[in-house]
Structures are given as structure tokens and as C-alpha cells.
């Protein structure tokens, strides 16, 4: 299957017709439970699975594991406690100068979180080496 991504700004200006636009690039994509994988590269590296992630504020998070393995020169790193409760300590941290190539679409990006995602793939059972957040989308 193939997933189309329409801009949020031509469904605005479009409305209800807004179904009539083709979308400007199709991307395959593979399912885990409810969450979307779509196959990214980073640096020329192999195909990395990146969940499209309509809820993550940033446009591109890469997962720890593979900034590392990547040897990406890391910035800002800090400790901050995610979720509710006992919750967990993670640590976060950006990288600039990356290239992002999503099925033929290349990004030089300036900069990008680098965060652990170790439980998430933990929670669904899949290796996730990124997410694609609301800003790549739209």
C-alpha cells in the first residue's frame, strides 16, 4: 500500500474538495498494530523504519541507537522525564547536517532530535529507528 501525503495548507484552502488533489508524493508503507513504518535513509545508510507519527511536534526524530551507530556528532545533550507518573528518564539530544532521503525525496536538515526510543519498539515490538512528525507531514 501506498500512503499520499496532502499538505495541511491546501486542505484548508480547499475544503471539502480538498480530496480532489492529488496528493504531492506517494510513499510505501508497512503497518504494525495501529502505527505506520515508512522507510527512511539517513546519510545514504541502509532503509531505517520511521513511524509516521501525526502526534510528534518535530518533523524528524532519530532514535539513539541509530545516531550512534551512524556516528552522528551530537549536541545538547540532557536528561528530561517523559510521561505520567513514575514515568521515565530518557536522554535527548540534536545533530545537524543530516540527510533525510524518504523514496527519492532528499533534506539536508539543519538540525534534528536524536532521542531514545528503545521503548517504543519495546510497546510495539518492532525496531523504530525514527518518527516522522506533524511538521514532515504538513
Same mark, same amino acid.
Given at each position: 500500500? /501506498? ?5 495541511? !495548507?491546501?486542505? *484548508? ?11 504531492? $508524493? ?5 503497518? #504494525?498494530? &495501529? ?15 520511521? @513511524? *509516521? ?5 518535530? #518533523?524528524?526524530? @532519530?532514535?539513539?541507537?541509530? !545516531? /550512534? ?13 517523559? =510521561? ?5 528518564? @530518557?536522554? &535527548?539530544?540534536? &545533530? ?7 523514496? =527519492? ?6 538540525? !534534528? ?19 516522522? =512528525?506533524? $511538521?514532515? @507531514?504538513?
Amino acid at each position: 500500500p /501506498d500512503i499520499g501525503l496532502v499538505p495541511a !495548507a491546501m486542505k *484548508l484552502r480547499y475544503g471539502k474538495n480538498a480530496s480532489a488533489i492529488k496528493p504531492l $508524493r506517494q510513499f510505501p508503507f508497512e503497518t #504494525a498494530g &495501529t502505527k505506520i513504518f515508512v522507510h527512511v535513509r539517513l546519510n545514504d545508510s541502509k532503509p531505517l523504519q520511521f @513511524i *509516521l507519527d501525526t502526534g510528534c511536534p518535530e #518533523a524528524f526524530v @532519530i532514535a539513539r541507537k541509530q !545516531a /550512534d551507530a551512524l556516528k552522528l556528532k551530537l549536541q545538547n545533550e540532557r536528561r528530561v522525564h517523559i =510521561g505520567a507518573g513514575e514515568g521515565k528518564q @530518557i536522554v &535527548t539530544a540534536m &545533530t545537524s547536517g543530516v540527510t533525510f532521503n524518504v523514496h =527519492g525525496e532528499k533534506l539536508i536538515l539543519q538540525s !534534528a532530535q536524536v532521542v531514545q526510543l528503545d521503548h517504543v519498539s519495546g510497546f510495539i515490538g518492532k525496531r523504530v529507528d525514527g518518527l516522522l =512528525g506533524n $511538521r514532515f @507531514i504538513g
